[in-house]
Every structure is written in structure tokens, then in C-alpha cells.
């Protein structure tokens, strides 16, 4: 028994320090200009082992693409119309702001596959991102028939929450050069999480 437990925690370990060194290199040289030798030499452990781990380089990429998704959308996925639009929208921008501010390379990865025409998404995750779309708009024209927010398109209102938390991850060089920082820290992303939940749940007429 402890011996099995050990191999698991062994096996979560190494399968985590693959995963965080495969997305710096994702992130950095897009699926082409990775290999699995750069990212078993990030990682600290032999190509072989890698390779026992994941598979191979496409199905690695998937899964992080898959786990950037799920960690963003998680906050929504079980909402319904007796929740409170206010308290869902700004849960979704904070949590989405903290997920930017922890995770950037999994943000950038992910705008990279879009960049190249979403080869990966196409085919395996456009799909099922459809369906949640879908069962998310529903509960918001819901909301908004029972006069608890503004008629506003969800679709659209998902992408602007999408774009604007991950614009602090993808244009960070962009962000501090201009407002002359080295980095943003804490506050920065506090400040811009407040004002990304005044003006969208503002804009879109939570009540």
C-alpha cells in the first residue's frame, strides 16, 4: 500500500514539473520550435521519462491547452439563473485576474495556438468549448428576461472578460514598460481587477 502511494506522489510530482516546464517552452517557441528534449531538460528529468509520462509531444500540448481551459472557465461551468449575475460576473473577472497574474505562460501558450490558426483547438476542444458556450448564455438571457441585467449578448460579454483578465498575462512587457514598472505586483493586479468589475458589471447592468 505505501509503496503504491509513493509511486502516485512520484508520478504527481514529476507529471507537474513536465507540465510547468513544457508550458515555458510552449509558451516561448510555440509546438513547432519545442521538443521534448528542451522540455525534459526544463523539467530535470531524462527524455525517456518524459516521454513515459505524457506520451508525446502533441498529446502534452493538448493537455495543457485543455487544463489552460478548464482553469479558466471552472468558475462558470456549474453557475444557474438562481445565482446572483453581480457576485458571478465579478467572481469570474477576479478569479480570471488571479489566474493571469499565476499562470501567465499558460495564458500565452494558449494565445500562441490562436495565432497559428488554432490547429490543435479545431480539432480537438472547439467542439466542447461550443457546449459550454452555449449552457452559459442560456443562464445569462435568463437573467436578463427576470430584469437582473442589462439584454447584452453573453457571448461577446464572455469574450471581453476573457480578453481584457488575459491581457495583463500576454501584454505584460507592453503594461510595465508603459506605466514604468518592473513588474506587476500585487496591487497592480487588485487595482485592475477592481476596475475591470466596475465597468463590466456597470456596463452590462447587474443589478
Known amino acids: 500500500m505505501n509503496h503504491d502511494l509513493s509511486e502516485a506522489t512520484v508520478r504527481e510530482r514529476n507529471e507537474l514539473r ?26 530535470g528529468l531524462p527524455k525517456s521519462n518524459v516521454l513515459y509520462y505524457v506520451g508525446s509531444k502533441r498529446r502534452l500540448y493538448i493537455t495543457l491547452l485543455e487544463r489552460t481551459m478548464w482553469r479558466w472557465n471552472e468558475m462558470l461551468s456549474d453557475i444557474s439563473v438562481d445565482d446572483d449575475p ?10 480570471k485576474m488571479r489566474l493571469s497574474q499565476t499562470h501567465p505562460q499558460s495564458s500565452r501558450l494558449f494565445a500562441n495556438e490562436i495565432l497559428q490558426g488554432a490547429p490543435f483547438l479545431k480539432e480537438s476542444l472547439f467542439g466542447d468549448m461550443q457546449e459550454w458556450m452555449e449552457a452559459r448564455t442560456q ?53 485592475a481587477s477592481d476596475f475591470l468589475c466596475q465597468v463590466i458589471i456597470k456596463g452590462c447592468g447587474a443589478r
Request: net charge negative.
Open 18 to 43: 513536465i507540465h510547468d516546464a513544457a508550458e515555458n517552452i510552449f509558451a516561448r517557441h510555440g509546438y513547432r520550435g519545442a521538443s521534448i528534449q528542451a522540455i525534459a531538460a526544463a523539467a
Open 86 to 95: 453581480a457576485e458571478v460576473l465579478e467572481a469570474f473577472i477576479r478569479s
Open 139 to 191: 443562464v445569462f438571457r435568463q437573467w436578463a428576461e427576470r430584469g437582473l441585467m442589462d439584454p447584452v449578448d453573453p457571448v461577446w460579454l464572455i469574450f471581453l472578460i476573457w480578453s481584457a483578465t488575459q491581457h495583463y498575462a500576454d501584454f505584460e512587457t507592453q503594461i510595465v514598460g508603459i506605466t514604468h514598472r518592473e513588474k506587476l505586483g500585487d496591487e497592480d493586479f487588485r487595482s
